[in-house]
T-cell receptor
Framework: DQQVKQNSPSLSVQEGRISILNCDYT??????FLWYKKYPAEGPTFLIS?????DKNEDGRFTVFLNKSAKHLSLHIVPSQPGDSAVYFC???????????FGQGTRLTINP | DADVTQTPRNRITKTGKRIMLECSQT?????MYWYRQDPGLGLRLIYY???????NKGEISDGYSVSRQAQAKFSLSLESAIPNQTALYFC??????????????FGPGTRLTVL
């Protein structure tokens, strides 16, 4: 049973526009959420996170939104740049555990 | 220098062979993890270790074993490899809760092919 789901395997966005990546979760005990970015032949790297006590967290061009009632989070990238082309994973943890549950990933392509 | 290293980076082996994937870290973290990545399935946790004497199974541990030889080293073994263990394997580390909770740092991955 997939507790964290990214239903869009791929997304294509024009350079300069907004990229929106979505993630849904089913476990109401999750209280911390993270986004990771992965380039080919490299390991995932941490991008941004949000605690369930917040509904928004910003870091430069990246903003993560959390809707607890809908069990949904999204990552907004504005403006999108060619270097943002990568696979993005959302991940969740809960109850103070340091285990992460990952989604399937979304491949983002930024077109010039 | 990379903080989390994995060896080998690529490996092709045959069904039934024993294989070991190694992970070393210089970050001084207590906690280490092994994941596999498959297309359409994301990253799934195989085993994790919160310190040298603490080893725990993840969601897909069948067919795998691990050894935590030291704080800095965590090895994953496939005792008798089978083709559906063909995947990209990642090692990760994290420190005890401090600051960015649960942030894990990943190695570059090992691409394993079982024929």
């Amino acid at each position: 049973d997939q507790q964290v789901k990214q239903n869009s395997p791929s997304l294509s966005v024009q350079e300069g526009r907004i990229s929106i990546l979505n993630c849904d979760y089913t476990n109401s005990m999750f209280d911390y959420f993270l986004w990771y970015k992965k380039y080919p032949a490299e390991g995932p790297t941490f991008l941004i996170s949000i605690s369930s006590i917040k509904d928004k967290n910003e870091d430069g061009r990246f903003t993560v939104f959390l809707n607890k009632s809908a069990k949904h989070l999204s990552l907004h990238i504005v403006p999108s740049q060619p270097g943002d082309s990568a696979v993005y994973f959302c991940a969740a943890s809960g109850q103070g555990a340091q285990k992460l549950v990952f989604g399937q990933g979304t491949r983002l392509t930024i077109n010039p | 220098d990379a903080d989390v290293t994995q060896t080998p980076r690529n490996r092709i082996t045959k069904t039934g062979k024993r294989i070991m994937l190694e992970c070393s870290q210089t970050k001084g973290h207590d906690r280490m993890y092994w994941y596999r990545q498959d297309p359409g399935l994301g990253l799934r946790l195989i085993y994790y270790s919160f310190d040298v004497k603490d080893i725990n199974k993840g969601e897909i541990s069948d067919g795998y074993s691990v050894s935590r030889q030291a704080q800095a080293k965590f090895s994953l073994s496939l005792e008798s490899a089978i083709p559906n263990q063909t995947a990209l394997y990642f090692c990760a580390t994290s420190e005890r809760y401090r600051g960015r909770r649960n942030e894990q740092f990943f190695g570059p991955g090992t691409r394993l092919t079982v024929l």
